[in-house]
Structures are given as C-alpha cells and as structure tokens.
C-alpha cells in the first residue's frame, strides 16, 4: 500500500489543473501547476467547442480540466474525451463565492475553477449518453408545452367571461339587458304588475 502512494505521488504532484470559462467567441483558461504553484492564464479566441478542444490538446499532460454546467452543454467534453482528454463539468450552483463576487470576472472564475478542482471541493456533473440527452429534451419541451397550453387555456377562459359581461351590460340596438343576477327578481316584479293592470281593466269594464 505504501508503494503504490509513494507512485501515485508524483503523478498528482505533475497533474496539472485547468479551469475554463467557455464563451460563445472568446473563452478563457487559467492552468495551475501545483508543483510550482503558478498559474497562467491563456485567452482562446475562436467557437467555443472547437477551439477549446484543440487548445487543451496543446495543454502538457498529465491534466484534468473542468467547465461550469450551462449553455455551453455537454459538446465540448464528449469532444475533450473523443481525444483523450480528461474534461469534467461541476455545477455552478454548489461553488462557493465572497460577497464581493456579484460581479463576473472571466480570469478570477477560471482560477477559481482551477483551485476548487486540484482541492476536490466542487460537485461534479455526470455526463449523459446522447441518447439519453435527446430523452431529457423531450421530456422538458413536453412539459413547456403542457404548461404553455395552460396559461393560454386560462388567458382564453378570462377573455370569454370578460366579453360575456361586457354583452351583458352593455345595451345594443335600443335593448335594455338585465344582469342575470337580478333577472329573477325583474321577471317576478313585471308580472305582478302585469296582473294588477289585468285586474284593473276587467273591474273598470264592468
């Protein structure tokens, strides 16, 4: 058991860890060399997936480099591993950050990345096959639509009810409407003076 540490020390001690901000145009890497404890940073203008790729390639091994989970999906590191490179994906959400860190800063992100990595201290992401990928697409776009035809089912239903009690309300023509809430009491009142008027008119003919 001893053995094998002491073999397995030099290898961590040359690992080498890379924290990368993956943008649309330019994205931006920082490397950190724990036997020498530098950092360098290397801007890497060009499509986020392919010109990552083939920077990280240039990148001395051994290595294992990381990308917060968001637009950038998981492209870059099923590309990353197609060659042989060690790429994982952390959740952003579960990074720890100062309270003077609402505002982005690419380099501090990208060294950031690379400390938390080398320390062990993010939540990694597993990677999913493209299968099960197109699965989970599937399955989220259903339900955007079920909710999305509830709102306009809802929306639907106000303006119905909205435009029946403008109708109501709303004389047309010469008409006079009567709210149903009152149209019982209305139909009562007109014909216990109809039958007043009735009786009048027959005792007056006599």
Not at 91 to 107: F, Q, S
Not at 148 to 173: E, F, Q, V, Y
């Amino acid at each position: 058991m001893t053995a094998s540490m002491e073999e397995e020390a030099p290898a961590m001690e040359s690992m080498r860890w890379v924290g990368v901000d993956v943008h649309a145009k330019e994205s931006l890497a920082a490397v950190l060399n724990p036997a020498t404890g530098e950092i360098s940073t290397q801007r890497i203008p060009g499509r986020q997936g392919e010109a990552v790729v083939e920077w990280l390639a240039t990148v001395p091994q051994p290595f294992r480099g990381v990308y917060e989970a968001g637009p950038t999906g998981y492209g870059l590191v099923r590309r990353a591993r197609d060659q042989g490179l060690d790429v994982v994906i952390c959740a952003p959400g579960h990074i720890l950050k100062n309270a003077t860190d609402h505002l982005k800063v690419d380099k501090r992100d990208t060294v950031r990345l690379a400390r938390l990595l080398s320390a062990g201290e993010l939540r990694l992401v597993r990677v999913p096959e493209p299968d099960e990928e197109l699965l989970r697409d599937l399955v989220r776009s259903r339900e955007d639509l079920r909710v999305d035809l509830t709102r306009i089912r809802n929306r639907i239903g106000k303006s119905c009810s909205g435009a029946r009690s403008t109708l109501l309300s709303t004389p047309r023509h010469g008409e006079s409407y009567i709210a149903s809430g009152c149209a019982d009491s209305s139909s009562t009142t007109l014909r216990q003076s109809s039958s007043s008027k009735m009786r009048c008119m027959l005792t007056t003919s006599w």
